[in-house]
């Protein structure tokens, strides 16, 4: 019996269709990261609204009343959204490893008010997708595309490319670049 000769690798069809794919495949990332946070936001917010229990001021005390930082991190959360698309390369790698330190923080506050199981569950819900996303705008945020970056003018595009790559793209385009009228 022989052996099946491979087969060599066949070139895509269309580069253009590719191309797009490997765009979608790092603008992944980045969504999910976005999607996690507004999660993490949510989830956050509602465990501020919920009873905590009683306080000596208040029979009914609900989470932002006993940890008051519940708040601020909700909105930490919607801020860092905004920041994720934003920024690029190591600025976005930085807002991750915040947004794992904040969800250190959040873990640590919520455990130290032992809330009820419910509001336990629900910062919990907001703690881990908020590490998630961190994780991921860290690892893989250099990676990720950055905002803007496939809208500039063709006259802009023209000034920051490198002059002899510019040349090599006119021979390309069947432009003669010792033709200079």
Excluded: H
Aim: hydrophobic share 55%.
């Amino acid at each position: 019996m022989s052996e099946p000769e491979s087969v060599p690798p066949v070139p895509e069809a269309d580069p253009e269709a590719a191309a797009a794919r490997r765009r979608a495949a790092l603008r992944r990332p980045l969504w999910m990261a976005v999607l996690l946070l507004v999660l993490a936001a949510g989830a956050l917010w509602v465990t501020s609204t919920m009873t905590w229990g009683a306080t000596r001021v208040k029979p009914d005390a609900t989470g932002a009343e006993v940890q008051p930082a519940l708040v601020p991190m909700a909105l930490f959360c919607v801020a860092a959204v905004a920041a994720a698309v934003a920024l690029a390369g190591w600025m976005r790698r930085v807002l991750g490893a915040l947004v794992v330190l904040a969800a250190i923080v959040v873990s640590r506050v919520v455990v130290a008010a032992s809330p009820p199981a419910g509001a336990y569950a629900v910062a919990l819900a907001g703690m881990l997708p908020m590490a998630a996303a961190g994780l991921l705008l860290l690892v893989r945020g250099a990676a990720m595309p950055r905002l803007g970056g496939g809208y500039q003018t063709p006259g802009a595009a023209r000034r920051n490319a490198d002059p002899e790559r510019e040349l090599w793209n006119a021979l390309e385009r069947g432009d003669d670049p010792t033709d200079r009228d």
